[in-house]
């Protein structure tokens, strides 16, 4: 059993409850109580087997949530910036020619230890050979959503969709009954699937009960032509027609939604994830996401790939994803900070359907917790902490992290990778991709 004492309970809950000075007790995996001042005795016999810690006053809250992400892509971090046509010039040729098992795995450990570090313990993640990114995420320790990628772009673990889905029935026979890795199938996007392959991953979901489907929607204007050539359509109404929209679709970045849409998509019942940061990078706009929360619908805060965005810690991302709504707004009033540190926990815990589990410190969810520092001057004084997490903190800050009771970090060393050999394979498989494309290695 272990109990964090002196600490600044920011607990997340249905009520956003804080204790300015307050004391949480776990065990095992769960969250057995909280509360402000001291804790309450115990009895002599488990005093003997109890670890008390005191947090000097550091604020503890649920761990981050990232509901979108393709992990391996830390390997293609900074690569061809400012480069409109990226995609088809490095990223796809790089995949097809040099994404094998093992790069996958080093590329996903790469980007669990900066996840660690920056206090997310949960994430979404789709791409390819992604019961290797599971193993990671298990051999890490944190919480993760596993989805194989399906495409007809020439990916490098499929040739057909036959081979893709057999891909998906692997992944979700090894991890079926996994405490912290749920498997997941992730049709790439309207143009890179086609309808008959969502309505091939809406019959299968329909096979799978509560399989969460992951899907890039109404991201770019090249989607928007390519569903009004093919379909008279708009995307949305694409996936509805393939069946998508009502089967645990978690939706990232829907950037081209009306209010039609948007409200279909509440119906539905379709969670997003929102990727402020990468969206603003390539220049494709803002997305809707106050009026998608205000119909209902939850909105996680997502990273995106390391290569879109280039960091996987959400604190780059909160400032952006307030501000932006605030320039839609022209207002100081849009996203204020509580809501951006909602979406980061108890609301992104939603959109993976998880909020019975995690997203907030609350007896009998899961012990998913970190521990952060309010001491740097560029946090004080700390007036409102919502806005100190969402506008002066960085994951520097973070000092412990916890998944299932069991601690990732202590004081800032994380203890279940080896983070010497994790950066040193990262760079070696960078530097053979930089070969590959002629451009000057890392």
Known sequence: MITLTNARLLTMDAELTEHRRGWLRIEGPVIQGLGPGEPPEMSPHAAENETRIDCGGDLVMPGFVNPHCHMPMTLFRGLGEDVDDRLFRYVLPLERQAVTPEVVAIGARHAALEMIRAGVTCVAD????????????????????VGQTLADFDPPDHCDMDEGFALCDALFEEFASHPRVTPSIAPHAPYSTGTH???????WAEAHPGAIVQLHLAEMASEMAWCAEHHNARPVAVVDQAGLLRKRLVAAHCLYVEPEEIALMAERGVRVAHNARSNAKAGRGIAPVDA???????????????????????????????MFAKLLGRSRKPMPARDVVIMATREGAAVLGMEDDIGALEPGKRADLIRISLDDPRVQPVWDVYAALVFACGPEDVRDVMVEGAWLMQERVVRTLEPEKVLADAEQVAKGFGALVGVPSP
């Open 126 to 145: 789709m791409y390819y050979y992604e019961t290797e990114i599971g193993r990671v995420i298990d051999e890490a320790g944190m919480r993760g959503v």
């Open 197 to 203: 392959v969502m309505a091939r991953v809406a019959e």
């Open 292 to 322: 998608m929360r205000a119909a209902g619908i939850p909105v996680g805060i997502a990273t995106d790939g390391p290569m879109s965005g280039n960091t996987l810690d959400l604190f780059a991302q909160f400032g952006a994803v307030s």
